[in-house]
């Protein structure tokens, strides 16, 4: 039996980082699609604001193809003993068919939350590509959906609604955790 791989998918703020920190707790490796690109980002000197990171997510994509962050993501995964692994951050169907394709053991869990709600997140968060003002937060969601994060959404096997607390979205997330694992 090959490795289970379970990803994770949503529109920034909608609480991708909290599932899987909290699927870290309870013993699950994680790998951070997003980190494979800040790190790029820092690699090419730029500092890792909003704009920057967009532009370097865009251009990998661009020069390398739509599944240019998951193939790089796909050797990580192997080398972990875990059998069971989440991948944070899946943003297009091209990737959800490259992780299918080397593990056809892939489930995708959406998660949901207002622009609103995401907003107020992002702002409090404060990490250095979260947007501080509302026009860089709605140029964001523009080029995240840009490269296809609806679509990777809407393919979703489950989905999260998280409009409340984080011990709401822990619960509902391990509920379908163990779904998943029982499989």
């Known amino acids: 039996m090959g490795k289970k791989l379970i990803g ?5 703020g909608a609480g991708k980082t909290l599932a ?3 699927a870290m707790q309870m013993g699950y490796p994680i790998i951070v699609m997003g980190d494979i690109v800040r790190t790029l980002t820092l690699k090419m000197g730029l500092k890792p604001t909003p704009e920057n990171i967009g532009k370097v997510m865009l251009k990998i994509r661009g020069d390398y193809g739509p ?19 989440i991948i944070e951050g899946i943003r297009s169907l ?6 299918k394709k080397s593990f056809p053991d892939f ?14 997140r992002l702002h409090k968060r404060n990490r250095s590509d ?15 959906l840009s490269v296809g994060l609806g679509s990777a959404i809407a393919s ?10 984080t011990a709401e979205l822990h619960r509902s997330f391990k509920e379908i955790l163990k779904r998943i694992v029982s499989k």
Do not use: H
């Open 8 to 12: 994770i998918t949503g529109m920034p």
């Open 20 to 22: 899987s920190e909290y």
């Open 67 to 85: 599944a240019a962050v998951a193939e790089r993501c796909i050797p990580l995964i192997k080398e972990m003993p875990s059998n069971i692994v």
């Open 94 to 99: 091209n990737e959800v068919k490259a992780f």
């Open 107 to 120: 489930t995708l869990i959406a998660l949901y939350a207002s622009q609103k709600t995401r907003f107020k």
């Open 130 to 144: 979260d947007p501080q003002l509302w026009k860089t937060f709605v140029e964001r969601d523009s080029r995240e």
């Open 156 to 165: 979703s096997d489950y989905m999260i609604v998280n409009e409340g607390t």
